[in-house]
């Protein structure tokens, strides 16, 4: 079974506070690649991240950072010194080819939202 | 600004009607998404355009259809309105055919069917 899992369905901290977001995904190719996206308030979504399956190294934006372990299956995000303007839906996607029609899909998490209180 | 537009913004309309939705990819994008995004069932994959040619199917139903024109703008058609069908509709757009690259949403359209 191929599957995003975000457990958390929402999440409130104080600005300021550190969040991580937390990602699970399930799927038995070795080929894939990983997503992050925001929505905030607005609706649109916005590309945070891509990750393909043989790059594990850990990244670093600004107030955001990314752990990716394979041994785990999990592509967490961290929000170092929230603000109020991180306040959204985070998502995370899972993109990998589909073998009966040989195009890639792309399978999104429910979503995390993320409330960053002033 | 992703530079990807849609229009309608909002859409109202009754049940047993039909519309049309509107998606301008990026200046450069060859492939156009479509999403349905409701409460209940999250962000699903409903089609991808790749050059005027449909490309990947994911969840969408017989009373919906897609094309994309030789000028790349794509239209999502939606028939025979139920109640259920209420959403927001995303196009994304991206540079080449594989999903593998990095998607530009637009803004959006939202569907109430009343």
């Known amino acids: 079974a191929q599957k995003v899992t975000q457990a958390q369905t929402e999440i409130s901290v104080v600005e300021k506070e550190d969040v991580t977001l937390d990602c699970v995904y399930e799927?038995?190719?070795?080929?894939?690649?990983l997503f992050w996206y925001k929505q905030p308030p607005s609706g649109e979504l916005v590309f945070l991240i891509r990750?393909?399956?043989?790059?594990?190294q850990n990244e670093i934006s600004g107030r955001y950072s990314w752990n990716f372990q394979k041994s785990t299956s999990s592509f967490n995000f961290t929000i170092t010194a929230s603000q109020v303007v991180d306040s959204a839906v985070y998502f995370c996607?899972?993109?990998?080819?589909?073998?009966?029609?040989?195009?890639?899909?792309?399978?999104f998490g429910p979503g995390t939202s993320l409330s960053v209180i002033p | 600004d992703s530079g990807v537009t849609q229009t309608p913004k909002h859409l109202i309309t009754a049940t047993g009607q039909r519309v049309t939705l509107r998606c301008s990819p990026r200046?450069?994008?060859?492939?156009v998404y479509w999403y349905q995004q409701s409460l209940d069932q999250g962000l699903q994959f409903l089609i991808q355009?790749?050059?005027?040619?449909?490309?990947a199917k994911g969840n969408i139903l017989e009373r919906f259809s897609a094309q994309q024109f030789p000028d790349l703008h794509s239209e999502l058609n939606l028939s025979s309105l139920e109640l259920g069908d209420s959403a927001l509709y995303f196009c994304?757009?991206?540079?080449?055919?594989?999903?593998?690259?990095?998607?530009?949403f637009g803004p959006g359209t939202r569907l109430t069917v009343t």
């Open positions: 994304a757009s991206s540079v080449g055919a594989s999903g593998i690259r990095e998607q530009y």
């Open positions: 799927t038995r190719d070795t080929t894939y690649y």
């Open positions: 990750r393909n399956s043989f790059d594990e």
């Open positions: 996607a899972l993109s990998l080819r589909d073998m009966k029609t040989s195009y890639d899909k792309v399978i």
């Open positions: 200046s450069g994008d060859l492939s």
């Open positions: 355009y790749y050059n005027g040619e449909e490309r």
